[in-house]
């Protein structure tokens, strides 16, 4: 057990809709961390937050969007979903961020868009 | 920006065979290396790291040795068991701006027969 917990565990929607995915770090951990895992583009980096604040953004969509809260809790918001952002969405965190931290994952979220 | 690049699998091994997953870098400077494992319908977990050139990551019997001359992390371990069967990932931190996302390889999937 890493300690990051990510809920749902499976999230199966519908075309168009807007979903929630949500992430709690490790105790003591500042910096979360979302990847997405599609069998076509393997693990990409999404977005970054540090201490309620957003640090980087990779390959994320205009569609998508996070929040880092004050309890360092995150959320990622995926709206006007397509067929294609059927992915497992790992959430990942660590201490600060820098280059020597370790980043611990979290079982991920399996959504589904049918 | 740093980036890996893995042997893809996959790979097929009897129990007891020995394991070497080839893993090499392009890096500025000297990042640390991770290997993470995913075994199936799990998440990501830490496998092993190493920190600096020359040093050697293990954990559970697998071993890897940052290897600055060759820019290599390859992974190994002396006697699978059907247990090892994942799929495993080389990774290094891919600077970009303030982030120190992880850039991963593309995974190498390994099945241990009995």
């Known amino acids: 057990d890493s300690g990051v917990t990510q809920t749902p565990k499976h999230l199966i929607t519908a075309t168009g809709q807007r979903v929630t995915l949500r992430c709690s770090p490790r105790s003591g951990d500042l910096s979360v961390y979302w990847y997405q895992q599609s069998l076509d583009q393997g693990l990409q980096f999404l977005i970054q937050?540090?201490?309620?604040?957003?640090?980087a953004k990779g390959n994320i969509l205009e569609r998508f969007s996070a929040q880092q809260f004050p309890d360092l809790h995150s959320e990622l918001n995926l709206s006007s979903l397509e067929l294609g952002d059927s992915a497992l969405y790992f959430c990942a965190s660590s201490v600060v961020g820098g280059g020597k931290d370790t980043q611990y994952f979290g079982p991920g979220t399996r959504l589904t868009v049918l | 920006g740093n980036s890996v690049t893995q042997m893809e699998g996959p790979v097929t091994l009897s129990e007891e065979a020995f394991l070497t997953i080839n893993c090499t870098y392009t890096?500025?400077?000297?990042?640390?290396l991770f290997w993470y494992v995913q075994y199936p319908g799990e998440g990501l977990q830490l496998l092993l790291k190493?920190?600096?050139?020359?040093d050697k990551g293990s954990n559970k019997g697998f071993e890897a040795t940052y290897r600055k001359e060759t820019t290599s992390f390859h992974l190994e371990k002396g006697s699978v068991q059907v247990s090892d069967s994942a799929v495993y990932f080389c990774?290094?931190?891919?600077?970009?701006?303030?982030?120190?996302?992880?850039?991963f390889g593309k995974g190498t999937k390994l099945t241990v027969n009995p």
């Open positions: 190493a920190t600096k050139a020359d």
């Open positions: 890096a500025t400077g000297y990042p640390s």
């Open positions: 937050y540090y201490n309620g604040e957003e640090r």
């Open positions: 990774a290094l931190p891919g600077r970009q701006g303030g982030s120190e996302k992880l850039v």
